[in-house]
Every structure is written in structure tokens, then in C-alpha cells.
């Protein structure tokens, strides 16, 4: 998901998918743990799109955007 795409998301639909990708991240810790995870690259794909999500709460608490 790109930026633009979660800036044109609502308040309430970016913190659904904080919860969704939060999840995500525990299950795929759990598959990394267990050498049950193929694709390794998919844990840092899911822990980017937090960071964006987060980013773009936050610049909608200071007003930036």
C-alpha cells in the first residue's frame, strides 16, 4: 500500500489496519521463530506498512497534512 493510499484512507479504516497489520506482525514473528516462514522479506514488507500508517496518523494529529 503506498502512502497516497493510506492518506486517502479515514481516521477509523488506518487504525483497522494498524490492528490487522499488529496481528500480522505477531503471527509472522511466530512462523520466523518456528523456520515455518518462506519468505522473509514479508515480515519487513508488514513492518513498513505500520511504519507508514503511523506516520500518517500522526501528521493528521499535528496537522501537517
Do not use: C, P
Request: charge should be positive.
Amino acid at each position: 500500500m503506498k502512502v497516497e493510499e493510506v492518506r486517502a484512507l479515514s481516521d477509523a479504516e488506518i487504525k483497522t489496519q494498524i490492528d490487522e497489520s499488529d496481528q500480522a506482525l505477531v503471527s509472522l514473528s511466530v512462523r520466523v521463530a518456528s523456520r515455518q516462514l518462506v519468505n522473509h522479506r514479508e515480515l519487513a514488507n508488514v513492518k513498513k506498512r505500520v511504519a507508514r500508517l503511523k506516520t500518517v496518523r500522526r501528521e493528521r494529529e499535528l496537522g501537517i497534512r
